[in-house]
């Protein structure tokens, strides 16, 4: 999956602290979503973003997570005080988003695993 | 958004054409049909995306019929490595105002020597 960067590839939290991880999209591309992959499961949409905006955040849990994608730099997924069911695997994709039915591109992921 | 129903898991030799059916009943007018592979450990990748009738890229071909209630994926030859889980979406950004993809559990094609 060139193009869109994901970091890091594998992370480990304790239960309590923060987990940040990063999304570089593909060039050109201003429209960034992230997706929640647990084992055996499809992916699940969580947060639409595109530069300096969130534009659909209906599939983000309610507290302890946020997304941003600021104006310079990549968009940074953010779970705070992370918790046992947070471990799974956090895709990013991105589109170029002037174009209709462009598809997404996606990362190779963050693996979350929490003690 | 359209819900999609695939077949769980199909097997096949090398070699051999592979066909996956997705069945998508609640299409809308504005919906494409896209399709995705995933390896494990790795993101979905794009294979391909159509509205109607037939689209063939380097990697598959995509049938989709007139009433676009379903749609099938032909891989031609697979081999080994075609071994992955695919998906099946349908989705529109500019009816919806949204690119919200939903993803089933896909189908996990076994490739056989």
């Known amino acids: 999956n060139a193009g869109v960067m994901q970091n890091p590839r594998h992370l480990v939290r304790r239960r309590g602290q923060e987990a940040r991880l990063r999304c570089s999209p593909m060039?050109?591309?201003?429209?960034v979503y992230w997706y929640r992959q647990l084992p055996e499961e499809g992916l699940k949409f969580m947060v639409y973003l595109q530069k300096e905006n969130i534009i659909d955040e209906s599939g983000m849990p309610k507290e302890r997570f946020s997304a941003e994608f600021p104006k310079e730099g990549p968009s940074i997924l953010r779970i705070q005080q992370v918790v046992r069911g947070d471990s799974a695997a956090y895709f990013c994709?991105?589109?170029?988003?002037?174009?209709?039915?462009?598809?997404?591109?996606f990362g190779d992921g963050t693996r979350l695993s929490i003690l | 958004l359209a819900k999609t129903t695939q077949p769980i898991s199909m097997d096949s030799y090398e070699g051999q054409e592979v066909n996956i059916t997705c069945s998508h009943n609640?299409?809308?007018?504005?919906?494409?049909i896209t399709w995705y592979q995933q390896f494990p450990s790795q993101g979905p990748r794009f294979i391909i995306q159509g509205y109607k009738t037939k689209v063939t890229n380097e990697v598959a071909s995509l049938f989709i019929p007139a009433d676009r209630k379903s749609s099938t994926l032909s891989l031609p030859r697979v081999s080994l490595s075609d071994t992955a889980v695919y998906y099946c979406l349908v989705g529109d950004i500019w009816t919806s105002g949204t690119y919200k993809y939903i993803f089933g559990t896909g189908t996990r094609l076994k490739v056989l020597a």
């Open positions: 609640n299409i809308a007018t504005n919906d494409y």
């Open positions: 060039k050109g591309h201003s429209h």
């Open positions: 994709a991105s589109s170029p988003g002037d174009r209709e039915n462009q598809p997404q591109h």
